[in-house]
């Protein structure tokens, strides 16, 4: 079975400081992995996603996330926070064609210390 | 409207209740999905409709009853529900299942029950 652990359920950082949020997955299969940002009252909305090739992702507002087979992790990052960042971020996985369930993590709420 | 829409955004219901939560896409997609988020947990998969058929029904009670009319609405009815059955419901649709797609998702309706 597919799982997926996120690191730390909150996680500061300063404006313009680096941001890293941690994900590892289990699979016994190649998986197809994202990262989705939820803000406060709205719903799940994609950052980036890694089905296969590159394994640097780059996704949008300047966040981008590494696939590391060895590792079995996904952990994304920005190299500068910015206050707007502020939300709580998913991570999932989906494992193999054909398969729509996707697994998600408990999720990292960020904050940002202006 | 764009994207995925839910109605009613909040909903507050007595156990003994029946109520309708909402879903519209305006993707042109064909797969709907619908997801309970609830604090300190992973979202969980509750159904999964595909052209109009229900591919998955994740062991969820039978007080929570979805509708799939057409593939770009999705109903869940509520009856008879329980106070640990408070939480976020969200919908989401993705072009079609599995494959690399990524699923869009809707704002939620947070429901409380009394």
């Known amino acids: 079975a597919q799982s997926v652990t996120q690191l730390g359920s909150h996680v500061s950082v300063s404006e313009g400081a680096l941001v890293l949020l941690r994900c590892n997955y289990s699979?016994?299969?190649?998986?197809?992995l994202f990262w989705y940002v939820q803000y406060p009252n709205q719903g799940l909305q994609l950052l980036l996603k890694?089905?296969?090739?590159?394994?640097l992702v780059k996704g949008i507002n300047g966040f981008e996330a590494e696939f590391k087979k060895s590792e079995t992790s996904f952990h994304l990052t920005k190299p500068s926070a910015h206050m707007s960042d502020a939300a709580e971020y998913f991570c999932?996985?989906?494992?193999?064609?054909?398969?729509?369930?996707?697994?998600f993590g408990t999720g990292t709420r960020l904050t940002i210390i202006p | 409207e764009t994207g995925v829409t839910q109605t009613p955004r909040h909903l507050v219901m007595g156990m003994t209740n029946k109520k309708s939560l909402k879903c519209e896409q305006h993707?042109?997609?064909?797969?709907m999905y619908w997801y309970k988020q609830s604090a300190k947990k992973p979202l969980e998969l509750m159904f999964v409709?595909?052209?109009?058929?229900?591919?998955e029904n994740n062991s969820v009670p039978s007080r929570f009853s979805p509708e799939c009319p057409n593939s770009s609405h999705l109903f869940l009815h509520l009856h008879t529900l329980q106070p640990e059955d408070s939480a976020l419901y969200l919908c989401?649709?993705?072009?079609?299942?599995?494959?690399?797609?990524?699923?869009?998702f809707g704002p939620g309706t947070r429901l409380t029950v009394l």
């Open positions: 989401a649709s993705s072009r079609d299942l599995g494959g690399r797609g990524e699923q869009f």
């Open positions: 699979s016994s299969v190649p998986p197809y």
């Open positions: 890694y089905t296969t090739g590159a394994t």
């Open positions: 999932a996985v989906r494992i193999g064609f054909g398969n729509e369930k996707l697994t």
């Open positions: 993707l042109g997609h064909n797969a």
């Open positions: 409709y595909n052209f109009k058929e229900q591919t």
